[in-house]
C-alpha cells in the first residue's frame, strides 16, 4: 500500500475527507485540523492500494492541492489490518500491476537529470569499460554496466514521450546527448594519457579478444537483447521492483559500447570504433521503443482491469 500525507487548505479538507471515504481502495483516514503551519492549513492522511493511487492523485489534484497544499507519498512496507486488506481486495487489479504515473514520473526525473553526479558516474563507468575492453575481461564489462547511470535518462524519455511531457523529454534527451560524448571523451583521454605513461598499448586491442569482441560486433540479437531489456527495466519502475533493473543493467551494451568507442579512437581502430559506436545507438533505440511500447501496453491493460471491476462490482445504493 501508499500512505498518503495531504495538506489541505482550510476550505478543502472536508471536501479531501469526502473523496477519501468515497474510494473503496483507500482506508486509515485521519484529519488533524490546523496542524500544517508551512503551507498553513489541515492534514490528512490515509492509506490507499496502490491499485487505486493513480485516480486518486488526479482526483486530489483536481481539487487543487498541489497549488494551495501538497500530496506526499510514502511506501509502507507492512500493514497489519483487516480493513487495509479490505482496501486492496476492493481495487481493481494486483498491486504488483498497478501503474502509478506519479511515482514513475517522479523517479524517473530525478534519474535523468543532467548533474555532476550523472556524469561523474558516466565516466567512470566508461573508463571502466574501456579498462574491461582493453584487458578481455567481461567482469570488468559487467561492473560498467552496473555504475552506468543512463537507464534513467532512457526511461525518463520514454514516460516523457506517452505522458507527452516536452520538460522532461528534454531534459532526459540532454541527459544521453551530453552524457554519452562526454564519457567517451574521458575515456579517450585518459587512455592516451595511459599510453603516454607506458600502460596502454595500440597492440592491445589486434587480438581476437574472445570474451569482449561482441561489444563492436552488432547483429540482430542486439536489438533483441536491448529490446527485451528495455521491457524489463520498465516493468522493474513501474513495479518499484529494484532487483529486477540490476538484471537489466547488465545485459544491455550501451555503456561498454561506449567505452570501446573511447579506447579504439584513441588507439587508432577506428573500424571496431565504429562497430561499437553502431551497437551504442542500437541499444539505446531498442530500449526506447521497448520502454514506450511497455507503457502503451500496461496503460491500455491497466484500464482495461479498472473497467472489468467495476462492472463486476456489487452496487451498493441501498444497501
Not at 567512470?124 to 567482469?139: E, F, K, R, Y
Not at 552488432?218 to 527485451?228: G, M, N, R
Request: glycine residues 10%.
Amino acid at each position: 500500500m501508499l500512505h498518503l500525507r495531504i495538506v489541505a487548505p482550510a476550505d478543502r479538507s472536508a471536501d479531501v475527507v469526502e473523496l477519501l471515504g468515497s474510494e473503496p481502495g483507500a482506508t486509515n483516514v485521519l484529519l488533524m485540523r490546523g496542524a500544517a503551519v508551512e503551507p498553513e492549513g489541515d492534514v490528512v492522511m490515509c492509506d490507499v492500494a496502490r491499485e487505486a493511487a493513480h485516480p486518486l492523485l488526479a482526483r486530489l489534484r483536481a481539487l487543487g492541492l498541489t497549488e494551495r497544499g501538497s500530496i506526499a507519498v510514502e511506501q509502507v512496507d507492512m500493514a497489519l489490518s483487516r480493513v487495509a486488506d479490505r482496501a486492496e481486495e476492493a481495487a481493481p487489479g494486483h498491486p504488483a500491476d498497478a501503474l502509478v504515473w506519479e511515482e514513475v514520473t517522479v523517479r524517473t526525473s530525478e534519474e535523468s537529470a543532467l548533474s555532476a553526479t550523472f556524469l561523474a558516474f558516466m565516466c567512470i563507468a566508461t573508463m571502466i569499460a574501456g579498462v574491461g575492453v582493453l584487458l578481455d575481461q567481461p567482469i570488468l564489462v559487467v561492473g560498467a554496466m552496473v555504475v552506468g547511470p543512463e537507464f534513467g535518462a532512457v526511461a525518463g524519455l520514454c514516460v516523457a514521450l506517452v505522458r507527452r511531457q516536452s520538460a522532461l523529454a528534454g531534459r532526459s534527451a540532454r541527459a544521453l546527448l551530453v552524457g554519452f560524448p562526454v564519457g567517451i571523451a574521458v575515456t579517450v583521454l585518459a587512455t592516451l594519457l595511459g599510453r603516454a605513461a607506458g600502460l596502454v598499448e595500440p597492440s592491445m586491442l589486434d587480438g581476437s579478444h574472445p570474451l569482449t569482441a561482441f561489444v563492436s560486433r552488432p547483429d540482430a540479437f542486439s536489438f533483441v537483447v536491448a529490446f527485451l531489456a528495455g521491457v524489463a527495466g520498465m516493468l522493474s519502475l513501474t513495479s518499484a521492483k529494484s532487483g529486477a533493473l540490476i538484471g537489466v543493467l547488465i545485459s544491455v551494451t550501451t555503456i561498454p559500447a561506449a567505452g570501446y568507442v573511447g579506447v579504439a579512437f584513441a588507439l587508432g581502430h577506428l573500424a571496431p570504433a565504429g562497430g561499437a559506436a553502431l551497437q551504442l545507438t542500437i541499444n539505446l533505440c531498442s530500449m526506447l521503443v521497448a520502454g514506450v511500447c511497455t507503457l502503451l501496453v500496461q496503460g491500455r491493460l491497466w484500464q482495461y482491469a479498472r473497467g472489468r471491476r467495476s462492472r463486476h462490482r456489487p452496487s451498493t445504493v441501498g444497501a
